[in-house]
């Protein structure tokens, strides 16, 4: 087994990179802007650079290498599909980057691996069945099982952002009406503000504030019914021993009381105590996961 583990987070805005030795600790990040509007060459340029940063750093030795990104390779072609990097999708990622980087890699969605980081090293290292969360822009989820990542036969597992809890909801960008995604994302929680409000509001401030009008407040309940509503579906289909949320909205408080007592109205039980926690790893999650990724896979 190699001695290093490098991990690569590909985001729509920043490229991150990471190396674990093998007590998994961090020695080595660094980031790079994406500019994703520069294209597809030029996002697997900076991945070169990065990668070369991380490659000196241990002076060339022996290391896997795995790397995180919205969207999933489809099992069928091979090509990403789902990125909100969009001039991503349609290619094959992974033989691009191999062949870049002259290095085999490991490719898997960039919430898996938040997932896979705090199972295995953050808020939820004694629980076996863990839900993780991405609330940022988007919505993500993953489910790793007894410290294993689940994937499932399609590449899909835990893409619960883009479940319908609405079907005369809001249009997402998926091409189907109401997903999770529209409601309780960042990107969601704004054009609503905007829609209701007509008011350009970012979700964090608008959840930060100390106050809220009658119209705010009913923005805001909304927001938590359908957190409610979406985790609840979760918990009722696989029982989780714990959720973890990750992702920029994360940091809100009322999640984790306002919005807890929004998921536990509808579980089905007598008794509900799935925990519901904030990540332990923070913005480091991504890229830890991608590098424990890389490291699975070459055992
Ligand atoms: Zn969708």
Not at 73 to 84: E, F, G, P, V, Y
Not at 126 to 137: A, D, H, Q
Not at 247 to 258: A, E, F, P, T, V
Request: glycine share 12%; aromatic share 8%.
């Amino acid at each position: 087994m190699s001695k290093y583990h490098i991990g690569i987070d590909l985001g729509g805005t920043k490229i991150e990179i990471a190396i674990l030795d093998e007590a998994r600790e961090i020695i080595f990040r660094n980031r790079i802007n994406t500019d994703a509007h520069k294209g597809s060459s030029h996002i697997l340029s900076q991945i070169f650079t990065v990668y070369q940063l991380a490659v000196n750093h241990i002076k060339n030795a022996e290391h896997s290498l795995g790397m995180g990104t919205p969207g999933s390779l489809s099992a069928k072609t091979d090509l990403l599909r789902n990125s909100n990097t969009l001039c991503l999708n349609g290619l094959p990622l992974k033989s691009l980057v191999e062949k870049k980087l002259n290095k085999q890699l490991v490719i898997e969605n960039d919430a898996n691996c938040f997932t896979l980081a705090e199972a295995l090293m953050g808020a939820a290292t004694n629980f076996k069945l863990v839900f993780g969360v991405i609330m940022g822009t988007g919505c993500g989820g993953g489910f790793v099982i007894n410290k294993r990542l689940r994937v499932g036969p399609q590449f899909i597992s835990g893409e619960w952002g883009h479940s319908i809890i609405n079907p005369s909801g809001p249009k997402c960008y998926c091409g189907k009406n109401g997903c999770v995604e529209t409601y309780i994302s960042g990107s969601g929680l704004e054009r609503d503000i905007k829609e209701k409000l007509n008011q350009h509001l970012s979700a964090k401030d608008f959840l930060n504030q100390k106050t809220y009008t009658h119209d705010e407040q009913e923005i805001l309940n909304n927001f938590y019914h359908y957190f409610g509503l979406s985790l609840s579906n979760i918990i009722n289909i696989i029982d989780p021993d714990i959720i973890v949320l990750g992702g920029g909205l994360s940091n809100q408080k009322g999640l984790y009381s306002h919005g807890q007592k929004e998921v536990y109205k509808n579980i089905f039980s007598d008794y509900r105590m799935t925990p519901i926690k904030k990540n332990k790893l923070g913005d480091s999650a991504g890229v830890i996961g991608a590098a424990l990724i890389g490291a699975s896979m070459s055992c």
